[in-house]
């Protein structure tokens, strides 16, 4: 009897709980009131970080050799002048001083100038240029010299201070900076006395507790809740925050994400990569879930989204983030996931309309952001910006295509899924350029700047035109990068001719490779015809619906490929 009292005063309670529950509901509904929930945090972190401490500082420069480091790719005249300017003012002070100027490109080694400066140099100076990148990278290089023994300072412009905090953070190494006006040409004469002191004191004044520190550290975590509102607070304070693209987003509860992570047999806390671009963060499977449902991805996604990570990050896009060049990302899909979560390779393939192509696409613009640090204004400089980053993502059209896909041409099974992603995006021609022919096309694509790679996306009637005729598509990429051609003087007329060809040619790295471009190049004379782009970088890839035969070439290079099925 007892038992059964004690069962209804129960029931009683739960009955309560749920009536009032649901009064509080209706009422909150009927006064136009949201019930509050709980987003979790989208974004990623550094992960553990050796700490490496500066070089000790020099007691005074008199009669000391200090080396001035200023980047010949992009060369930038304000930086030039005051690296003068420097010279001129410690040579006064009886310091001997030796002006190097760094032949490679700004992010490539340049180990004999290190070890020149290590060998015969007290300290140095490094400026950078007006970018994002080059200051990440003169972080870099500056952090290599400390680590050896040379004290030094690195020489930033202001706007660009948020980089240079972020490389000494990843790191960890607590660089000093000086910052100089963007303005620098209307710089006054008190300016820039202030800005040579703050250089020598960089050099001269010993180093605090921060900076001799040693062994590992753990920086700061976001919390697991992000915040706890109504849906309109969350999502204003994720566009407040920077979490987002500018468009709404779907709040990431923590039901949506567990829901999320069903679509993938790797645990939550699973490491996904520890070096995500620009800033190096750790992610995990369940950071890369909560992006996704932000994006509106579904739970049988997640395996590609995992894949695009780790090609992002084996594809070595840092540089492209954080550039003033405003670059995008391009990615491709193919193997049975295409089909497997609907995706869209026919009619319309690259524009909006299907939910697997861009919220997958999306998703890889909130990686940059929330996974990667990247924040706009801070470290995301991009000039004008590139409306290719909301969303470019796609799969072959591999039923259509008279030739193998292009995962398979790069070694993989047909059976085999993976994602691809390029980057670059700055430029693209086409429509119908191949109606005569390939050469307008070519002439066009010729014309891109900063010429390292080629993407012709071409619809499958134009490929069978071409397959029709014998051609296979390693045909028509030769025809295509056969005729894609400029003058010696033209290439060397590029922006990018003494930044980043110039230096391949005499032997330097791009993406880990050497001669991309033949060496003859350098003896060729200007009225010499050349090929703009290396053979390995123009490819061909099918998409499209079976209408017009129609074709289009994108500034994409530097593919990276991650096989799918890896993260089922």
Not at 238 to 245: A, C, E, Y
Not at 341 to 351: C, E, K, T, Y
Not at 422 to 445: C, D, P, Q, T, V
Not at 492 to 521: A, C, H, M, N
Request: proline letters at 6%; hydrophobic letters at 40%; charged letters at 20%.
């Amino acid at each position: 009897m007892r038992m059964q009292r004690t069962f209804q005063a129960i029931r009683s309670i739960c009955f309560f709980v749920v009536l009032v529950v649901g009064l509080w509901l209706g009422a909150a509904a009927a006064s136009g009131h949201e019930p509050f929930v709980s987003a979790l945090h989208p974004g990623a972190y550094l992960p553990q970080v050796a700490s490496v401490p500066l070089a000790p500082r020099l007691p005074g420069i008199e009669n000391k050799t200090i080396y001035l480091i200023t980047i010949n790719s992009p060369k930038d005249p304000a930086m030039d002048s005051l690296a003068d300017r420097v010279e001129k003012m410690l040579t006064g002070r009886f310091a001997k001083v030796i002006h190097k100027i760094k032949t490679t490109a700004y992010n490539a080694d340049d180990k004999p100038l290190w070890e020149e400066i290590k060998k015969n140099g007290n300290a140095f100076v490094y400026f950078a240029t007006a970018q994002s990148s080059t200051t990440m990278y003169a972080g870099q290089w500056s952090a290599a010299l400390e680590k050896n023994g040379v004290p030094g300072v690195v020489a930033i412009f202001d706007l660009f201070e948020p980089t240079a905090q972020a490389t000494s953070e990843k790191l960890g190494t607590m660089l000093r900076t000086v910052s100089v006006p963007m303005a620098f040409d209307k710089a006054s004469d008190k300016q820039l006395s202030d800005i040579m002191d703050k250089i020598i004191k960089a050099i001269t004044t010993p180093l605090n507790k921060k900076e001799t520190m040693t062994g590992m550290y753990t920086p700061r975590r976001p919390p697991r809740i992000a915040i706890k509102g109504t849906e309109e607070k969350v999502r204003k304070y994720f566009m407040d925050q920077g979490f987002t693209d500018g468009l709404p987003i779907v709040i990431p509860t923590a039901q949506r994400v567990a829901a999320m992570l069903k679509g993938t047999s790797h645990k939550p806390e699973e490491v996904v990569s520890r070096k995500m671009p620009p800033n190096d963060y750790e992610v995990t499977v369940e950071k890369v879930a909560i992006n996704g449902v932000m994006a509106g991805c579904k739970p049988e996604y997640m395996p590609v989204l995992l894949a695009a990570v780790q090609a992002f990050v084996e594809g070595d896009n840092g540089g492209g983030i954080v550039s003033t060049n405003s670059f995008s990302f391009m990615m491709l899909v193919n193997g049975p996931m295409r089909s497997e979560i609907g995706m869209n390779a026919g009619v319309f393939a690259l524009g909006p309309g299907n939910q697997a192509n861009a919220s997958i696409g999306r998703a890889l613009r909130l990686f940059t952001l929330n996974l990667g640090g990247g924040k706009v204004g801070e470290n995301i400089m991009g000039t004008q910006g590139n409306v290719s980053l909301y969303s470019f993502c796609f799969p072959e059209n591999e039923e259509g295509s008279p030739w193998e896909p292009y995962h398979v041409s790069q070694g993989y099974k047909r059976e085999e899924s993976t994602v691809t992603i390029f980057s670059g995006g700055w430029s693209h021609a086409g429509n119908y350029m191949f109606s005569e022919g390939h050469e307008k096309l070519s002439r066009a694509i010729a014309q891109f700047e900063y010429p390292n790679g080629v993407v012709i996306l071409m619809s499958p009637p134009k490929a069978r035109q071409f397959s029709s005729k014998g051609l296979s598509k390693q045909d028509v990429e030769e025809r295509i990068w056969s005729s894609a051609t400029v003058t010696m003087r033209e290439f060397k007329d590029s922006t990018y001719y003494r930044s980043f060809i110039e230096p391949v040619l005499k032997g330097g790295l791009v993406r880990g490779e050497q001669y991309i471009w033949p060496k003859e190049y350098l003896g060729k004379p200007d009225d010499a015809i050349v090929q703009v782009y290396p053979r390995k970088y123009v490819k061909v890839v099918v998409v499209g619906g079976e209408i017009n035969d129609v074709a289009q070439g994108w500034k994409m290079a530097g593919p990276s490929t991650a096989s799918i099925d890896k993260w089922r």
